[in-house]
Every structure is written in C-alpha cells, then in structure tokens.
C-alpha cells in the first residue's frame, strides 16, 4: 500500500511541480528522462515476467517458489523496485518536476527498506540466497 501511495504522489508531483527548467536543460533531460523510463519498464517488466509462479504481491517468498538468479535477476535482486525508481526518477525529469525526483528518492529509501526485510526472509528460504546477493547489485543495475 505505501509503494502504491508513493507512485500516486509522485504522479500527482509530475503534474502540479512541473515546469522546473526550460530550453536547454529541459531538452538534455527529455532524453534523459526517455531512456530511463525505457529502461525501467523493460526491467520491472522482465522482473514480472521472469518470477514466474514465484510472484507475489507480498515481500514474503510464496510457498513452493524458487530462486530466480536468470534474466533480470541476473542484473540485480529487485528489478521490479528498480525498476520503478527508474521510472519514476524519468517522469521526474520528463515533467521537470523536482517534487517527483525528491518523489522517486523517497520511493528508492522505501524500496531499500523493504528489500532489506525480504532479503532476510530470501536467505532463510534459500541457502544459495547469500552467495547470489554477494554477486548481484540490489536494485540498479551496474550502479546499486
């Protein structure tokens, strides 16, 4: 519910603190803001998709799932989050809104959080857990 939350006033953001700068610098974070929201859906969505049957709604892993270190999961351990982040960190731009960058920031510490509390429940759940999260960025890939 508080991802959900976040996402609704970082779009409520995009619309009301919009307009943060003109010419030049808003033609450098068009396509900034472009490739990061390409990028950040196409790894939400491979993170969906490569779940599989191990999908849940909840940061609890589901009874009879597995590990999934393949696809997305090969780049970092929360595509889904990251994913979003870098969505939400290219609406920002794309609406020049400093409110909806401070908005995906915010949304980034959430996701940080949570994920700290699913990784344990991970590792409980899956021996192999800790030697995939020592090799594998956390949300960002090639970055966290």
């Known amino acids: ?25 808003r033609y450098a974070t068009t396509i900034v803001a472009a490739f990061l929201l390409l990028g950040g859906g196409a790894l939400a969505l491979a993170g969906l998709l490569h779940l599989g049957a191990s999908l849940t709604p909840l940061p609890h892993p589901r009874d009879g799932g597995r590990l999934v270190e393949t696809g ?32 995906a920031l915010v949304l980034l510490g959430f996701f940080r959080l949570k994920s700290a509390r ?27």
Do not use: D
């Not at 970092?76 to 909806?100: D, E, Q």
């Open 1 to 25: 519910m508080i991802q959900l939350l976040l996402l609704g006033l970082i779009l409520v953001a995009g619309f009301v603190g919009g307009g943060g700068w003109t010419r030049e610098p």
């Open 72 to 103: 997305a999961y090969a780049l970092v351990r929360h595509p889904i989050y990251g994913g979003l982040v870098l969505g939400s960190l290219g609406y920002g731009l794309l609406c020049a809104s400093p409110l909806a960058i401070a908005g």
């Open 118 to 144: 699913e990784e344990i429940w991970l590792g409980e759940r899956y021996p192999a857990y800790e030697a995939y999260a020592a090799r594998t960025k956390r949300m960002l890939p090639f970055i966290y």
